[in-house]
């Protein structure tokens, strides 16, 4: 790389290639780079761990405080999944053979207003949906539980909400989990809806964008045992937190109530949009 910042076509090749071209360039095996990936990424794992659930209803509060700055209360948070790209894993058939058509394994994160990673699913085969990795994970399961998310909150004096997420359309509507309008035969407030709800989900597809912006091993397959592949992709999404800024502001002053209002996904999603709308 020369003194002016531009990337050779052979460094960019490095960055993108992996194991293989890393090796050449500092004249070791390919088995001492995966080694040295391996025990970094362990380390990383181990000892630099930021990404964090909020385990109390105070900490779920200042994530929503990030959100409520963006234009949208009661948001814990935003959910997506990414596949990496992957060599198959020795007989595993077409486990990890996903429909974009390429071996992978999935990570699933839920992503602040500030696009760090506050939960993160990793290493599911790519043959298994989003919806389905989420069915099963313990973010669902504390969402579900509530025990540690805050308690309703007014909108106004007769509207009231829960803590939820935002994901796209392959998830179920609930409660706690938001998600746009089908997107045929919509009327205009449905659209306005959608529009503001997109407008603030992106934020986990920003974060994803960013993380292989960074670590451009992202772009391509990741030539290492499945374990260390999954364990360096960890690796990265930690340095990433730590490269991105945490909401520590006043939060809003709320009014809690001791009952939930709605009693399905489909009524909230009503009653947030006229809110939303008007």
Not at 101 to 119: E, T
Request: hydrophobic letters at 40%; a positive charge; glycine letters at 6%.
């Amino acid at each position: 790389m020369d003194s002016s910042g531009d990337e050779s076509d052979e460094d960019v090749r490095c960055i993108r290639e992996s194991v293989g071209c890393i090796s050449r360039r500092v004249g070791v095996a390919k088995s001492t780079v995966s080694s040295v990936i391996k025990r970094v990424s362990q380390a990383i794992v181990k000892h630099l761990n930021n990404i964090e659930i909020p385990s109390t209803p105070h900490e779920w509060r200042v994530v929503e405080e990030g959100f409520v700055q963006k234009g949208l209360m009661r948001c814990a948070g935003t959910l997506d999944g990414k596949h990496i790209r992957i060599k198959a894993p020795p007989n595993s058939g077409s486990v990890y053979y996903n429909y974009k058509h390429f071996f992978s394994f999935s990570m699933l994160g839920l992503v602040d207003a500030n696009r760090k990673v506050l939960f993160l699913d990793i290493g599911t085969p790519g043959s298994l949906s989003d919806s389905s990795i989420f069915n099963r994970s313990e973010l669902k399961r504390i969402l579900e539980e509530k025990s540690t998310l805050p308690p309703p909150i007014h909108y106004t004096e007769n509207l009231v909400f829960p803590s939820f997420i935002l994901a796209d359309g392959i998830f179920a509507l609930t409660t706690y989990l938001m998600k746009p309008f089908g997107r045929s035969n919509l009327t205009r407030e449905q659209l306005h809806f959608n529009r503001k709800l997109s407008n603030t989900r992106v934020r986990v597809e920003h974060c994803f964008g960013i993380i292989a912006s960074r670590f451009r091993i992202m772009h391509s397959c990741i030539e290492l045992m499945y374990a260390d592949a999954v364990e360096l992709v960890t690796a990265l999404v930690i340095l990433h937190n730590y490269l991105m800024p945490s909401y520590d502001g006043p939060l809003t002053p709320v009014v809690e109530s001791a009952a939930e209002q709605f009693r399905n996904g489909k009524e909230q999603r009503e009653a947030l949009m006229n809110f939303l709308c008007n």
